[in-house]
């Protein structure tokens, strides 16, 4: 087998020196990583270079839509990079307009109908999937916002620093205790043991709340008739917040659909139908827009970051560097050596990332599945753009044209350029470890020349560029890692390269 790799190095260098007929006409975009030779430090060569890393002041500008996954829940045991609290707010109302509750041929009426009436209101969400620790449970609250609430409208995709304009938490309907593990359990609804779901959350919400909810009518001008329109509707119940306010033992985060079926507000209620009595329940859900007088419901969903009492950023480890998923922090890499790289071949160039194992909270709260790196450009107020040639080598972008071509067009080629969690056993035990191929991007810049930019690395949950708004493939606050930098001498941040003289 090395034999066969040996000729074909051979071959390629043959066919790289007829067609180049000088060396400065490689084709960085044609060559790199696609022959990789073994290194014998006659022919092939192996460098490891230092990076210089530094913490990066990571700015989010991440936005939310009923479509995403929104995040529900608390982190209040991580010494290493703090807390988190992240709460959800959702507009929630009927799918018609003028509405009532049942069929048209149903009877709730206790005073001509004894023994209809409101029984019981939940709020209930679709729950989609957990980070942390399972074992330790999360009490949630829900708050009626205040009708006064003017900022929190239909169709806004919101920062993920956004809060009602108006206090909230002063009224309080409901509250629960949820244990992750009891969300795959099937669960039956009070008033209908017929009916059953699992993976979703219920909160009971207080018998004022349900007379309230069921006291409006559809008349032209009564005092109650919110329920004749849309318009109505929202000037009377604005949405909730539910809001993550659990003890220091909470741990975790929920991940929510909004736009599920499963999330809703039941109302359950006990009517006569063609004189038979039985146990319904009727559903306010995420409007979307799709029926012409209902719409689209409002969201927002608010993630906070507490590293007060955290080792990052307080008592920051001299070794060390910091990674929180989105919102949450950066670094700043350089690398002085490919400055002055001369031209040669590059066989391969990637910067390796490791894990320091052991780092208190890693067996349940977990590194991101993703990292990304790209370029800072600090000539230019718009200072990030996407690293050149390596993203997706089979399709032609260029970061430097917001007009056209700015992004590979079918996405980013993780196969090829990285940037995914993989784990690594050695003797120093096992660890998390990412890395990123450059080898394009070196081979442009030893051949011909240009700047030696420094390069950001985090872990986004979309990636935004001046008015470019891309998937990436990281939950919303999904993972945490601390890693070695430049200096660390077991898991050492570096840059590794293959490579061959002309």
Not at 12 to 35: H, N, V, W
Not at 94 to 107: H, K
Not at 237 to 266: H, M, P, S, W
Not at 386 to 399: A, C, T
Request: proline share 5%; charged share 15%.
């Amino acid at each position: 087998m090395q034999i066969n790799l040996s000729r074909l190095y051979i071959a390629g260098l043959a066919a790289f020196f007829f067609f180049s007929q000088g060396c400065t006409k490689i084709d960085s975009t044609e060559l790199g990583a696609d022959l990789i030779p073994a290194v014998d430090n006659v022919n092939t060569f192996e460098d490891l270079l230092t990076i210089d890393a530094f913490r990066e002041q990571n700015v989010d500008s991440t936005k939310i839509s009923r479509a995403e996954p929104h995040v529900l829940g608390a982190i209040n045991n991580d010494p290493v990079f703090g807390k988190t609290r992240a709460d959800i707010f959702l507009e929630l109302k009927p799918t018609f307009f003028p509405y009532f509750f049942g069929s048209a041929r149903d009877t709730i009426d206790a005073v001509s109908k004894p023994g209809t009436r409101f029984d019981s209101v939940f709020l209930c969400l679709a729950y989609t999937g957990f980070y942390g620790d399972t074992s330790k449970p999360q009490h949630l609250s829900v708050y009626q916002l205040d009708r006064a609430t003017s900022n929190f409208t239909d169709t806004v995709a919101h920062y993920l620093n956004f809060q009602p304009n108006k206090p909230y938490l002063g009224n309080k309907i409901g509250e629960t205790t949820v244990y992750q593990p009891d969300l795959k359990k099937l669960t039956y609804f009070g008033t209908s043991p017929r009916d059953s779901i699992t993976n979703q959350i219920r909160i009971k919400l207080t018998p004022a709340f349900l007379a309230t909810l069921t006291s409006g009518d559809t008349s032209a001008n009564g005092l109650n008739n919110f329920y004749r329109n849309d318009s109505l509707f929202q000037e009377k119940f604005k949405g909730f917040a539910v809001v993550a306010d659990g003890n220091n033992d909470a741990n975790g985060l929920f991940y929510i659909n909004l736009a599920a079926a499963a999330t809703r507000l039941e109302v359950h209620y006990i009517a006569i139908n063609a004189n038979v009595k039985d146990t319904f329940y009727s559903n306010f859900a995420m409007a979307t827009g799709a029926t012409f007088n209902v719409t689209p419901s409002a969201n927002a969903n608010f993630i906070q970051r507490d590293t007060s009492v955290s080792e990052f950023p307080n008592n920051v480890d001299a070794n060390a560097l910091y990674i929180q998923s989105a919102p949450g922090s950066a670094i700043n890499l350089h690398i002085p050596q490919l400055a002055t790289l001369t031209n040669r071949i590059i066989h391969r160039a990637e910067i390796i990332i490791e894990q320091i194992p052991g780092t208190a909270g890693n067996n349940v709260l977990t590194p991101p599945n993703y990292l990304y790196l790209d370029i800072k450009d600090t000539s230019t107020t718009n200072r990030y753009k996407p690293l050149y040639y390596d993203l997706s080598p089979s399709e032609f972008y260029n970061p430097d044209n917001r007009t056209n071509s700015f992004f590979p067009s079918n996405g980013i080629d993780e196969n090829y350029y990285g940037g995914f969690l993989k784990t690594k056993t050695d003797a120093l035990g096992t660890r998390a470890t990412y890395t990123f191929n450059l080898t394009r991007y070196v081979q442009n810049l030893v051949t011909r020349g240009g700047t030696n930019y420094n390069f950001r690395v985090y872990a986004p949950y979309n990636l935004n560029y001046y008015g470019f708004t891309l998937v990436y493939k990281n939950n919303l606050a999904f993972g945490r890692v601390k890693i070695g930098n430049g200096s660390n001498a077991n898991y050492r941040l570096r840059m590794r390269i293959v490579w061959s003289n002309i």
